[in-house]
């Protein structure tokens, strides 16, 4: 499902949990950080999602050249300690 997304979406994206029964994809866009989208999936969560449909605060992104999806704000993290 990850590479039928990614071949839609034609690019890298992220994948925002939104309860247990339903995901948003966002293209990665440059327009958002993962810190960003991360702070505000908790925020809704906290605030608008019951506790029994809470699926998890944790962006994930999909990279279309390695064809792999990690938790975002790690795969950050590891680039910043790179530099």
Do not use: W
């Not at 990850?2 to 925002?16: A, Q, R, S, W």
């Not at 293209?27 to 969560?45: F, Y």
Request: aromatic content about 4%; glycine content about 4%.
């Amino acid at each position: 499902m990850k590479e039928k997304i990614g071949e839609i979406v034609g690019k890298d994206y992220f994948v925002l949990p939104s309860s247990i029964h339903e995901v948003l994809i966002m293209p990665d866009n440059g327009q958002m950080t993962p810190m960003e989208l991360a702070k505000m999936v908790k925020e809704i969560n906290d605030n608008e999602v019951s506790p029994q449909d809470l699926l998890c605060s944790r962006v994930l992104r999909f990279r279309a050249d390695t064809q792999e999806l990690s938790v975002a704000a790690d795969a950050e993290r590891r680039r910043e300690m790179e530099r």
